[in-house]
């Protein structure tokens, strides 16, 4: 079985009007802004799933700063992962300094996701205080959390295939 246990789905209304969906959300901005940057919903990952002879791959969200951008992209994940059952599973992105970030966390699970992620602090050094309670969470549904690390330095990294 292949599995490609990281990639990255969008609603559709996000590929469509992603200059709306920067307003506001710098580290989506300097990913996403360009209208070059690929993004895919779950239909176009599955078709390259096919293509690739890929089994099941994760796909995770984006750390939004806005509690409804979060809540609009895991209710996607959600309805892609009851969509795609058999091909893929979801993780709940939530930004964890946001105040709401463990409710949507707990929603999401709730919701049929299966952990959260990816869980990214692109500015800042890691929020270890405010991932705390997304660390217990993950633990008590015994589901996995996933993390991306990078040095809050240097110049934004265009999404641009080679
Ligand atoms: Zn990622």
Same mark, same amino acid.
């Given at each position: 079985?292949?599995v490609d246990a990281h990639t990255?789905?969008?609603? =559709? $209304?996000? @590929?469509?009007?992603? *200059?709306r969906?920067?307003e506001?959300?710098p580290?989506?901005a300097?990913?996403?802004a360009d209208?070059?940057?690929?993004m895919?919903t779950?239909?176009?990952l599955?078709?390259?799933?096919?293509?690739d002879?890929?089994?099941?791959?994760?796909a995770?969200?984006?750390?939004?700063?806005?509690?409804?951008n979060?809540?609009l992209?895991?209710?996607?994940?959600?309805?892609s992962?009851a969509q795609f =059952? $058999?091909r @893929?599973r979801?993780l *709940?992105?939530v930004?964890p300094?946001?105040?709401?970030?463990?409710?949507?966390a707990e929603?999401a699970?709730?919701?049929g996701?299966?952990?959260?992620?990816e869980?990214?602090?692109?500015?800042?050094?890691l929020?270890?205080?405010s991932?705390a309670?997304?660390?217990?969470l993950?633990d008590?549904?015994d589901?996995?959390i996933?993390l991306?690390?990078?040095?809050?330095?240097?110049?934004g990294?265009p999404a641009r295939r080679?």
């Open positions: 079985m292949v990255h789905i969008f609603p =559709p $209304e996000m @590929l469509s009007d992603r *200059a969906f920067c506001g959300e580290a989506f300097a990913i996403y209208p070059e940057a690929p895919v779950a239909e176009g599955v078709a390259a799933m096919d293509r002879q890929v089994d099941v791959s994760w995770v969200g984006f750390p939004w700063l806005k509690e409804e979060a809540r992209h895991n209710d996607y994940l959600m309805a992962v =059952p $058999e @893929l979801g *709940a992105a930004h300094p946001q105040a709401w970030a463990r409710r949507e929603r699970l709730a919701g996701l299966h952990g959260l992620g869980i990214a602090f692109y500015d800042t050094d929020n270890v205080k991932l309670p997304l660390c217990r993950s008590e549904a589901r996995p996933l991306h690390t990078n040095e809050p330095v240097g110049t990294i080679p």
